[in-house]
């Protein structure tokens, strides 16, 4: 495939660095080079397969509309945009394009995120609990779109509405890849459930193979339905 890479940060360098491995042709821009989405014209675009986005938040929706516009599908990486997500869907389907995006492509926090939906039955039976997650300095966004998702999943699962709401402690320290902790807890007992990445390759890899799962299709995606099919 020939992909588009949007972002040398080091999540978007190490989705280069294995899309090459995994022995695709591929192309970077930087958001300065990219500044709304200026270089991503119908001509531009017309040599790529797809576009992935691991940029910033403002970013994602011009660089989204340029690449609905060529028809192309795109992955999306970036978190902190999500209430544009109804819109850019009206879009994708009208356009007959791929999109899919998330808050992790790591297939383990994917495997983590199924076994809260499990865990949240702790919340019909007397149990409270909170969130805690922890990144690296430089990440802009808290709570991460992570952390936002586990709440989501947990509301959802346990059919509690959002008043009871599991609260969500966030810590911006070191280089810390990312983790995410939930615990219950109960006057008899505490749960404990934790995901720790190691490192952001299995980011990277999730959103090549996601690129790779969209050929041939079109639709609005969220990466947490589809991972298992890749």
Request: proline residues 3%.
């Amino acid at each position: 495939m020939d992909l588009l890479i949007l972002g040398r940060g080091k999540t978007g360098s190490l989705v280069a660095e294995v899309a090459r491995e995994r022995r695709h042709h591929i192309e970077t821009l930087n958001e300065i080079e990219n500044a709304n989405a200026r270089a991503l014209t119908p001509e531009f675009l017309s040599r790529f397969n797809a576009v992935i986005d691991f940029t910033e938040a403002a970013a994602v929706v011009p660089n989204a509309q340029a690449a609905i516009r060529a028809g192309k599908n795109m992955v999306v990486g970036t978190t902190g945009w999500y209430e544009h997500a109804p819109r850019l869907r009206e879009l994708v389907l009208s356009a007959k394009t791929g999109f899919v995006y998330g808050p992790n492509f790591s297939l383990g926090i994917n495997l983590f995120f199924e076994i809260v939906r499990t865990a949240a039955a702790a919340l019909e039976y007397e149990y409270g609990g909170q969130i805690f997650e922890r990144h690296h300095k430089e990440k802009k966004d808290a709570p991460s779109g992570t952390a936002l998702t586990i709440q989501r999943l947990v509301r959802e699962s346990s059919g509690c509405g959002p008043e009871q709401d599991l609260e969500i402690v966030s810590f911006r320290e070191g280089d810390v890849v990312g983790m995410h902790e939930v615990v219950f807890n109960s006057a008899a007992d505490r749960i404990y459930l934790c995901h720790d990445a190691k490192s952001r390759r299995g980011f990277a890899e999730g959103a090549v193979r996601a690129a790779e799962w969209l050929q041939g299709k079109s639709g609005f995606f969220e990466f947490r339905d589809i991972w298992r099919e890749l």
